[in-house]
């Protein structure tokens, strides 16, 4: 079973258009993150939420933590095709000191 | 600063032989380290934690196994190759806690 339900799991939308992304889980995390990945790289950390109803914004990127720290959103303005990519998160089940991710988001931003 | 080493970068094994991918990090001690797989363009799917030398946690029964030999070694292993185990598999470290993971540059590999 998969932990964090990551959705959509495939975007494609045009330049200019707003987008969001959502993680859901029915477990409790005592933060999560959002990481980038591009083609035969390594993720790379985006941000992380740590405290439940927090809102973090990068550029033109907000993420949101649920008030109950079951899930998360990722918010994007006005996409640009250099935002295409694999969107993943990932959290920190409470109590736990592993690293689960949702089966990411697959972003195309057609100019 | 902190640096993580993953290799090899590719790797085509046939079916049954071992199997030895290594992963170390510097800049830090005690860190949490992680060996992920993914499939082709999907989330990561965690198979082997460590907080601790010695001290391995498995997330899913299957033909690998991990260890740790020294506090910034993580070792991914395997007796017999299957065709299932082909994947993109991946090596990370966190701080002890779990979160903020940051990762290696992945090993292709392809079990023919």
């Known amino acids: 079973t998969q932990l964090l339900e990551q959705s959509p799991q495939f975007l494609s939308i045009q330049e200019g258009e707003n987008l969001t992304v959502y993680c859901n889980s029915s477990s409790v995390f005592s933060s999560l993150q959002w990481y980038r990945q591009e083609p035969g790289e390594g993720p790379v950390l985006l941000v992380t939420v740590v405290t439940g109803g927090e809102v973090k914004k990068l550029k033109r990127l907000t993420f949101q933590f649920g008030d109950a720290r079951k899930d998360s959103s990722l918010h994007i303005t006005a996409a640009q095709p250099g935002d295409t990519g694999l969107y993943l998160c990932?959290?920190?089940?409470?109590?736990?000191?592993?690293?689960?991710f949702g089966q990411g988001t697959r972003l195309t931003i057609n100019p | 600063s902190q640096t993580i080493h993953q290799w090899p970068a590719t790797l085509v094994q046939p079916v049954g032989s071992p199997l030895s991918l290594e992963c170390t990090v510097e800049?830090?001690?005690?860190?949490?380290l992680y060996w992920y797989r993914q499939a082709a363009g999907r989330g990561l799917q965690l198979l082997f934690y460590s907080v601790g030398i010695g001290q391995i946690s498995s997330e899913v029964p299957q033909n690998l196994s991990a260890s740790r030999p020294q506090d910034r070694q993580f070792i991914l292993s395997s007796k017999k190759l299957l065709l299932s185990d082909s994947g993109f598999y991946l090596c990370?470290?966190?701080?002890?806690?779990?979160?903020?993971?940051?990762f290696g540059q992945g090993t292709r590999l392809t079990v023919v």
């Open positions: 990370a470290w966190s701080p002890g806690g779990g979160r903020e993971a940051f």
């Open positions: 990932a959290g920190d089940p409470q109590g736990a000191q592993k690293l689960v």
């Open positions: 800049g830090t001690s005690n860190p949490n």
